[in-house]
């Protein structure tokens, strides 16, 4: 089993950065991907960023390629999303997930989910 975490969330102006982490504990934490998700009132639950558990490989969203940054610390058993330039279509929970997955958008293919951190981007 692998439990996370969410932090980092909170209210921020537009332009503003949030630094998102999410801590895991585990047995085989080291071995999953990682992803970040978020959902908006009243819509879908959608894919944000992702890194591989082999090679470090990062996957984007095309909304937020260029703003958000994801990175893994094995050592930590920690994630994070570095979010800079914030809009107010940012504003959302956000949540961590894990999992031996081979679709990183996919929220389906992960096992394992955070119960999420509010981001709230005025403007």
């Known amino acids: 089993q692998v439990q996370l975490v969410e932090s980092g969330g909170g209210l921020v102006q537009a332009g503003g950065s949030l630094r998102l982490s999410c801590a895991a504990s585990g047995r085989t934490f080291s071995r999953y991907g990682m992803g970040w998700f978020r959902q908006a009132p009243g819509k879908e639950r959608e894919f944000a960023a992702a890194?591989?558990?082999?090679?470090?490989?990062?996957y984007y969203t095309d909304s937020v390629k260029g703003r958000f940054t994801i990175s893994r610390d094995y050592a930590k058993n920690t994630v994070y999303l570095q979010m800079d330039s914030l809009k107010p279509e940012d504003t959302a929970v956000y949540y961590c997930?894990?999992?031996?997955?081979?679709?990183?958008?996919?929220?389906?293919?992960?096992?394992?989910w955070g119960l999420g951190t509010q981001v709230t981007v005025s403007s």
């Open positions: 997930a894990a999992g031996f997955v081979r679709y990183y958008s996919d929220a389906s293919d992960y096992n394992y």
């Open positions: 890194i591989s558990w082999i090679g470090g490989i990062t």
